[in-house]
């Protein structure tokens, strides 16, 4: 029996060893991406503690400012946003942050609804977003239509990243290696943004109708209906959103809206020309690229979204609530690193 003990206590012993090699070498292989994150550090916000939701791709994550917001009207937020957002990672993102949040208002970005996701070419998007996620049935799910569709990814590399990421040992350098956990607070929200400044020219006849047919992708549907149908059976207001871009247009813009009363919920572009005249977006100076603003351009985007959350759905103004305290910290501290204070 004695015997039996120690050989069961050797055996536990070298799992545990094994564990904890095997996650700091996980550390060091890595890649350190804002993205992930961004994406891994909501899972510390407080219980119950964030009043809008917002999920979608990069002109979310790079547009839009819960830290400006929560300095305007004091109601709390968060992106849970990556680029070249996968449909199928979005309505994952939304469905697990429902477990542990009761948000007022879920934001929904879903310029990726006439287009296809193809799970090869954009691996390393997917990785971003699913680098961050904890090991969960929303992220074993997407695991598994990525792993039908692209079958030289492995569920076993989504699982443990280290098995992916194990090549890089050739740019790590082991002199000055210094394991880097995902972050565990953010004072950005799941909001990075750029200072850099691309001048843009906007296109001729921009947002004026041509007469083009778009075409729903069906799989984006399908997610972008599901997520909706979500947030209705928990009771949860959705404003659909589009976000300043150079390629959008008159019909995919009018598709949106039409989606929109379908389902009996809000839908909110930045590109109409009413919106786009009140904010004076000016391509000279408010864009990184020609689908993302910068800096200036955030500014902008944030503050006429926080208006109108604030004047539409009755979020809190939690400025003066000492259980908020933290987000008057992260708010002094992410005004510093945006160089706004």
């Known amino acids: 029996m004695a015997k039996k003990i120690n050989i069961l206590l050797r055996c536990v012993a070298f799992c545990i060893v094994f564990v904890l090699i095997f996650g700091q070498i996980s550390k060091l292989y890595r890649r350190d991406d804002d993205e992930t994150n961004e994406i891994h550090a909501f899972y510390n916000e407080p219980q119950d503690t964030i009043d809008v939701l917002c999920v979608g791709s990069s002109p979310l994550l790079r547009g839009v400012s819960p830290m400006l917001m929560y300095q305007e009207h004091g109601f709390t937020s968060y992106m849970r946003a990556s680029a070249l957002q996968a449909p199928s990672v979005s309505y994952a993102l939304l469905s697990e942050s429902l477990q542990k949040q009761s948000p007022k208002v879920v ?7 006439f287009q296809s996701y193809d799970y090869a ?8 977003a699913m680098d961050g996620m904890r090991i969960s049935r929303y992220k074993w799910d997407v695991i598994r239509e990525v792993t039908k569709f692209d079958d030289r990814q492995t569920a076993l590399s989504y699982l443990f990243p280290l098995f992916r990421y194990h090549e890089r040992w050739k740019e790590v350098n082991w002199a000055e290696a210094d394991p880097k956990p995902l972050l565990q607070h953010s004072v950005r ?11 843009q020219t906007v296109p001729h006849n921009f947002m004026q109708p041509t007469g083009e047919a778009v075409v729903y992708d069906e799989n984006a549907l399908y997610y972008t209906e599901k997520s909706i149908a979500l947030c209705k059976e928990k009771g949860i207001e959705v404003v659909l959103l589009h976000l300043p871009k150079m390629s959008w247009t008159w019909e995919k813009s009018q598709a949106m809206q039409m989606l929109a009363q379908r389902h009996g919920i809000t839908y909110l572009d930045f590109d109409t020309e009413p919106i786009r005249s009140q904010i004076s977006v000016d391509p000279m100076v408010d864009y990184y690229d020609q689908g993302h603003m910068n800096l200036t351009g955030m500014l902008k985007v944030s503050a006429y979204l ?8 009755e979020l809190s103004d939690h400025r003066t609530d000492a259980a908020y305290a933290q987000w008057e910290k992260d708010l002094q501290q992410y005004l510093k690193d945006a160089g706004l204070s």
């Open 107 to 113: 934001v929904l970005l879903a310029d990726n609804l």
């Open 121 to 128: 070419k954009r691996e390393g998007d997917m990785r971003r």
């Open 189 to 199: 929200k799941g909001n990075v943004f750029l200072k850099d400044i691309s001048p």
């Open 306 to 313: 926080g208006d109108y959350l604030a004047e539409r759905y």
